[in-house]
């Protein structure tokens, strides 16, 4: 059942999307773009763009939310790895708390040889490149929440522009610890925990949980919390890590659901060691075609090409939902503001100007004193006593 499923259809290893076709005239396999990404000019990338510029603009801070992917999941869980293989690129490693701020994941396909890569935070702009963008953003998370073990809500922003990787925003948040070790915060958790649950309890997030398959779904913090806000699952979409090390009974926990997972599951192998991403996708391919048990999980669940094409579709479809809502809380605050503004004084640029307005305020005291001082009427100010 696996095997024959499995070889019907080949699949790419690139985290580009492309898909293959065969040709029956010479038994070629010809790389052909999917769909998504023939339409994703006309039809993603500007929504991506338009929802990029309002959080730039800084709207959230005026209550509006916006639609966005919140990456979490329990501490060594393999958030770093999923996000690696998505953007291509090395994150920060280490013992502990590698994620301390917020990492607002910026991914912006390019047909550019060269990769453009650089940080965003406190006002600045930071250039970096692929070789070095881990110690820039180690060096950005001291600034922001300084060089000990703690934890900061402002956010760090990457922007990652480069070939093969797709359009996706993604904020990866601190991984849930429990026990603070080396130097963390007394209440590490009560900090991470409000952290998470402030950005995926608004119905506009959709939440990427990431779990390993070593590990009882049911007892994961992450699915705990996200089982919160989101009872049902509908806005939350599983990754499943680590699926080489636990194939045993894979199948089934991704099959049967017992944490309400709506947005299906995906199942990914982690790269190991030294290999590069293209050697990383290869294996992945493998794994999950020629193993006894993994091969009979479906491809449309397995891969890190299937885990950015659902990434992109999902998040795609929720900025489309929520963007009409989006424009009339804009237009209302605009509204708002703009009465607000009418009520201020009168900007004066000239001496002519400055004179004609304190003409008008001699004007209204002589008005008010004529009616308190002459006919004694009070009625402006009735609760003076």
């Given at each position: 059942?696996?095997?024959?499923?499995k070889n019907a259809v080949p699949k790419t290893s690139s985290s580009s999307l492309a898909i293959v076709e065969a040709n029956?005239?010479?038994?070629?396999?010809?790389?052909?773009?999917?769909?998504?990404?023939?339409?994703?000019?006309?039809?993603?990338?500007?929504?991506?763009?338009?929802?990029?510029?309002?959080?730039?603009?800084?709207?959230?801070?005026e209550g509006i939310q916006l639609p966005t992917i919140i990456v979490v999941g329990d501490q060594s869980s393999g958030k770093?790895?999923?996000?690696?293989?998505?953007?291509?690129?090395?994150?920060?490693?280490?013992?502990?708390?590698?994620?301390?701020?917020?990492?607002?994941?910026?991914?912006?396909?390019?047909?550019?040889?060269?990769?453009?890569?650089?940080?965003?935070?406190?006002?600045?702009?930071?250039?970096?490149?692929?070789?070095?963008?881990?110690?820039?953003?180690?060096?950005?998370?001291?600034?922001?929440?300084?060089?000990?073990?703690?934890?900061?809500?402002a956010t760090l922003t990457l922007h990652v522009k480069k070939a093969g990787v797709p359009d996706i925003t993604m904020v990866?948040?601190?991984?849930?610890?429990?026990?603070?070790?080396?130097?963390?915060?007394?209440?590490?958790?009560?900090?991470?925990?409000?952290?998470?649950?402030?950005?995926?309890?608004?119905?506009?997030?959709?939440?990427?949980?990431?779990?390993?398959?070593?590990?009882?779904?049911?007892?994961?913090?992450?699915?705990?919390?996200?089982?919160?806000?989101?009872?049902?699952?509908?806005?939350?979409?599983?990754?499943?890590?680590?699926?080489?090390?636990?194939?045993?009974?894979?199948?089934?926990?991704?099959?049967?659901?017992?944490?309400?997972?709506?947005?299906?599951?995906?199942?990914?192998?982690?790269?190991?060691?030294?290999?590069?991403?293209?050697?990383?996708?290869?294996?992945?391919?493998?794994?999950?075609?020629?193993?006894?048990?993994?091969?009979?999980?479906?491809?449309?669940?397995?891969?890190?090409?299937?885990?950015?094409?659902?990434?992109?579709?999902?998040?795609?479809?929720?900025?489309?939902?929520?963007?009409?809502?989006?424009?009339?809380?804009?237009?209302?605050?605009?509204?708002?503001?703009?009465?607000?503004?009418?009520?201020?004084?009168?900007?004066?640029?000239?001496?002519?100007?400055?004179?004609?307005?304190?003409?008008?305020?001699?004007?209204?005291?002589?008005?008010?004193?004529?009616?308190?001082?002459?006919?004694?009427?009070?009625?402006?100010?009735?609760?003076?006593?």
């Amino acid at each position: 059942m696996g095997d024959s499923k499995k070889n019907a259809v080949p699949k790419t290893s690139s985290s580009s999307l492309a898909i293959v076709e065969a040709n029956p005239s010479d038994n070629k396999v010809v790389p052909i773009e999917a769909p998504i990404i023939s339409s994703y000019n006309d039809r993603i990338r500007p929504l991506l763009d338009t929802v990029d510029r309002l959080r730039n603009l800084n709207v959230m801070r005026e209550g509006i939310q916006l639609p966005t992917i919140i990456v979490v999941g329990d501490q060594s869980s393999g958030k770093s790895s999923v996000l690696e293989s998505l953007a291509e690129i090395s994150l920060p490693r280490g013992q502990g708390i590698c994620t301390r701020v917020p990492l607002v994941m910026r991914l912006q396909r390019s047909f550019s040889p060269e990769p453009e890569i650089w940080l965003d935070y406190s006002g600045k702009v930071v250039p970096t490149d692929e070789q070095h963008i881990a110690e820039a953003i180690c060096a950005a998370t001291d600034v922001i929440a300084g060089s000990g073990k703690g934890v900061s809500d402002a956010t760090l922003t990457l922007h990652v522009k480069k070939a093969g990787v797709p359009d996706i925003t993604m904020v990866d948040l601190p991984g849930i610890t429990r026990v603070p070790v080396n130097g963390q915060p007394e209440n590490i958790y009560e900090q991470i925990a409000g952290m998470i649950m402030k950005y995926i309890e608004p119905q506009e997030s959709i939440i990427l949980n990431v779990l390993s398959a070593t590990v009882d779904f049911t007892t994961c913090e992450s699915i705990r919390m996200s089982r919160q806000v989101d009872k049902t699952g509908e806005r939350t979409l599983a990754v499943v890590t680590k699926a080489d090390m636990a194939p045993e009974g894979l199948l089934q926990k991704v099959t049967s659901d017992d944490v309400s997972i709506g947005l299906s599951y995906v199942c990914v192998r982690n790269r190991i060691g030294d290999e590069s991403y293209e050697e990383a996708r290869m294996q992945e391919e493998l794994l999950f075609r020629t193993h006894p048990l993994l091969s009979l999980i479906d491809d449309d669940i397995v891969g890190i090409p299937v885990l950015a094409q659902k990434l992109m579709l999902i998040q795609a479809a929720m900025i489309s939902r929520c963007l009409p809502e989006i424009v009339r809380k804009i237009n209302l605050k605009m509204e708002t503001a703009v009465v607000e503004l009418n009520k201020l004084p009168i900007v004066m640029a000239s001496t002519g100007e400055a004179l004609m307005a304190l003409m008008d305020i001699i004007g209204s005291a002589k008005e008010s004193l004529l009616r308190v001082l002459v006919q004694g009427d009070f009625s402006k100010y009735p609760d003076e006593v």
